[in-house]
């Protein structure tokens, strides 16, 4: 990843100084040909006016052969190529070539005499030349000789080369590319060298503490002593693995204590389970012998009323020994395809006698056409039975208990169990599952427990809601699809190990 961000860099650093440089240094060039260009033309204007003063000087003192001695010397001198005088016509009268005399021009350029015309073209041997002309006016002094009805006695055309100015500029262009290569080099290099020291090279630090920190070392930290982006940004990392240092360390203690307290969870069902046994057959003894005492009273008698006093005691006791049973060695469940409304009417006919008694209403909300659910249905049953007798408890004297029942979604059917009670504290919501937590006096603190783990065996759902002053509702999720005998050895191992 960080050469794939060098390489990016690298790439967008060369590429923004060839693009940058590159077009200062054609902008810089072309400013300097056309400079060159324009001091060639002043220059080629001087020549021009200086052959031209000559030439009218000439052909009003000297012989025709003169002047053509005098154009003949001109040649060379200053980079002059050609001078020629032509007439209107374009007709050769004098040239520094004597070849040319008495022919017509065929160039461009000399019988065009408007100030400030220039002509550029390529000689015979490539190299580059500029043409000027300039009118030679017909003047009193030239009237002797000339016509004074002409305005014009003839044109002088000059041929400057341009050579010294082509090498100049060629001076130049050899001069101002290598530079603005070694400026683009060495540009790229101080950024390149800044980069490396404030970006590249800092998060090559922090991928190297980042893997780390994935590897499970989390003492792993960034020493930056800088105030940018970068340096908070190596702050955040190393206050990040200070929180997890100290996370883990708590998870550590966290995870310490659930294996103490599972292991001692353990140890209580275990003991729960023989103690159990211990006393379950005795209290199977003590009950039958009540039954055969009792029945020695006859009706009426004050001492029947002591002995069925007594035995309920016992069948109390005796039920707290089967839940101790029930949760140290659940049996495994028996699925088989029932009606979630049978079930809850084998319950209700359980506990609408104390609803009664204690002035409580049961509300029943039914849905109709629910499918069939997989259930073991002793279970399920026990399982709202506890729950319906818990809404009872909370409520009281007075209130009502609804019971409602829907289809879920993903193949479900849900029971809701709404009562009316005071409700549970939002602190106890995450522990009324957590087993012998009970806010009852005379309550186990078995039953919910005992329920989630039977609604887990199904793989339905237990969840609970409730708000202070306005009830408890406890909803149930039960899976429309079949399932096979029993729980495998892993489930039970795991429901063990929770408890």
């Given at each position: 990843m960080l050469s794939s961000l060098r390489f990016k860099l690298s790439l967008s650093i060369i590429a923004i100084l060839v693009v940058g440089i590159g077009i200062t240094a054609w902008r810089n060039i072309q400013v300097l040909d056309r400079q060159l260009l324009e001091f060639a033309k002043d220059q080629a204007d001087l020549l021009l006016e200086d052959v031209h003063g000559n030439v009218m000087a000439a052909m009003l003192t000297m012989r025709r052969q003169e002047i053509q001695e005098l154009l003949e010397r001109f040649r060379g001198h200053r980079g002059i190529v050609a001078v020629r005088i032509l007439d209107e016509r374009g007709m050769i009268h004098w040239s520094s070539n004597p070849r040319e005399v008495g022919e017509l021009f065929s160039g461009k350029g000399p019988l065009d005499i408007r100030n400030g015309n220039y002509f550029l073209y390529s000689g015979p041997n490539g190299d580059p030349l500029l043409r000027m002309s300039r009118a030679i006016p017909n003047e009193k002094r030239c009237f002797s000789c000339h016509d004074p009805a002409k305005r014009i006695n003839g044109i002088v055309s000059v041929d400057v080369s341009l050579s010294?100015?082509?090498?100049?500029?060629?001076?130049?262009?050899?001069?101002?590319?290598?530079?603005?290569?070694?400026?683009?080099?060495?540009?790229?290099?101080?950024?390149?060298?800044?980069?490396?020291?404030?970006?590249?090279?800092?998060?090559?630090?922090?991928?190297?503490?980042?893997?780390?920190?994935?590897?499970?070392?989390?003492?792993?930290?960034?020493?930056?002593?800088?105030?940018?982006?970068?340096?908070?940004?190596?702050?955040?990392?190393?206050?990040?693995?200070?929180?997890?240092?100290?996370?883990?360390?708590?998870?550590?203690?966290?995870?310490?204590?659930?294996?103490?307290?599972?292991?001692?969870?353990?140890?209580?069902?275990?003991?729960a389970s023989s103690i159990a046994h211990e006393i379950k057959n005795p209290l199977a003894g003590i009950s039958g012998a009540l039954q055969v005492l009792a029945a020695e009273f006859p009706n009426g008698h004050p001492n029947r009323e002591i002995v069925k006093e007594v035995r309920g005691q016992v069948d109390r006791l005796n039920q707290v020994v089967q839940n101790l049973l029930d949760f140290a060695k659940p049996a495994q469940p028996r699925f088989v395809e029932a009606d979630i409304h049978e079930i809850l009417a084998r319950v209700l006919f359980l506990v609408k006698q104390e609803a009664r008694e204690s002035g409580i209403e049961i509300q029943e909300k039914f849905a109709s056409d629910l499918p069939s659910v997989w259930v073991d249905e002793k279970k399920i049953q026990q399982v709202f039975l506890n729950i319906s007798l818990n809404a009872l408890q909370a409520m009281g004297a007075g209130g009502k208990l609804t019971i409602r029942t829907r289809a879920g979604t993903a193949d479900s059917v849900e029971v809701d169990f709404q009562d009316t009670g005071p409700g549970i504290p939002q602190e106890f919501l995450n522990t009324v599952f957590q087993p012998f937590f009970t806010t009852k006096p005379k309550g186990t603190g078995l039953g919910l427990s005992i329920a989630r783990r039977i609604m887990q065996e199904h793989g339905g759902d237990i969840r609970v809601r409730s708000e202070l002053k306005s009830g408890t509702c406890f909803s149930l999720s039960f899976s429309t699809q079949k399932k096979s005998e029993g729980v495998s050895v892993e489930r039970q191992e795991e429901w063990h190990a929770a408890l």
């Amino acid at each position: 990843m960080l050469s794939s961000l060098r390489f990016k860099l690298s790439l967008s650093i060369i590429a923004i100084l060839v693009v940058g440089i590159g077009i200062t240094a054609w902008r810089n060039i072309q400013v300097l040909d056309r400079q060159l260009l324009e001091f060639a033309k002043d220059q080629a204007d001087l020549l021009l006016e200086d052959v031209h003063g000559n030439v009218m000087a000439a052909m009003l003192t000297m012989r025709r052969q003169e002047i053509q001695e005098l154009l003949e010397r001109f040649r060379g001198h200053r980079g002059i190529v050609a001078v020629r005088i032509l007439d209107e016509r374009g007709m050769i009268h004098w040239s520094s070539n004597p070849r040319e005399v008495g022919e017509l021009f065929s160039g461009k350029g000399p019988l065009d005499i408007r100030n400030g015309n220039y002509f550029l073209y390529s000689g015979p041997n490539g190299d580059p030349l500029l043409r000027m002309s300039r009118a030679i006016p017909n003047e009193k002094r030239c009237f002797s000789c000339h016509d004074p009805a002409k305005r014009i006695n003839g044109i002088v055309s000059v041929d400057v080369s341009l050579s010294p100015i082509r090498d100049r500029i060629s001076e130049v262009h050899q001069v101002l590319l290598p530079s603005a290569a070694l400026t683009v080099v060495a540009v790229f290099l101080g950024i390149w060298f800044s980069l490396s020291r404030t970006v590249t090279h800092p998060i090559s630090l922090l991928i190297k503490a980042m893997r780390r920190t994935e590897a499970g070392d989390f003492s792993a930290r960034i020493s930056l002593q800088r105030r940018d982006e970068v340096g908070q940004l190596a702050d955040r990392f190393n206050t990040m693995g200070e929180k997890l240092s100290s996370a883990r360390r708590e998870l550590e203690q966290y995870h310490q204590q659930q294996m103490m307290r599972a292991e001692k969870m353990v140890s209580l069902g275990q003991l729960a389970s023989s103690i159990a046994h211990e006393i379950k057959n005795p209290l199977a003894g003590i009950s039958g012998a009540l039954q055969v005492l009792a029945a020695e009273f006859p009706n009426g008698h004050p001492n029947r009323e002591i002995v069925k006093e007594v035995r309920g005691q016992v069948d109390r006791l005796n039920q707290v020994v089967q839940n101790l049973l029930d949760f140290a060695k659940p049996a495994q469940p028996r699925f088989v395809e029932a009606d979630i409304h049978e079930i809850l009417a084998r319950v209700l006919f359980l506990v609408k006698q104390e609803a009664r008694e204690s002035g409580i209403e049961i509300q029943e909300k039914f849905a109709s056409d629910l499918p069939s659910v997989w259930v073991d249905e002793k279970k399920i049953q026990q399982v709202f039975l506890n729950i319906s007798l818990n809404a009872l408890q909370a409520m009281g004297a007075g209130g009502k208990l609804t019971i409602r029942t829907r289809a879920g979604t993903a193949d479900s059917v849900e029971v809701d169990f709404q009562d009316t009670g005071p409700g549970i504290p939002q602190e106890f919501l995450n522990t009324v599952f957590q087993p012998f937590f009970t806010t009852k006096p005379k309550g186990t603190g078995l039953g919910l427990s005992i329920a989630r783990r039977i609604m887990q065996e199904h793989g339905g759902d237990i969840r609970v809601r409730s708000e202070l002053k306005s009830g408890t509702c406890f909803s149930l999720s039960f899976s429309t699809q079949k399932k096979s005998e029993g729980v495998s050895v892993e489930r039970q191992e795991e429901w063990h190990a929770a408890l």
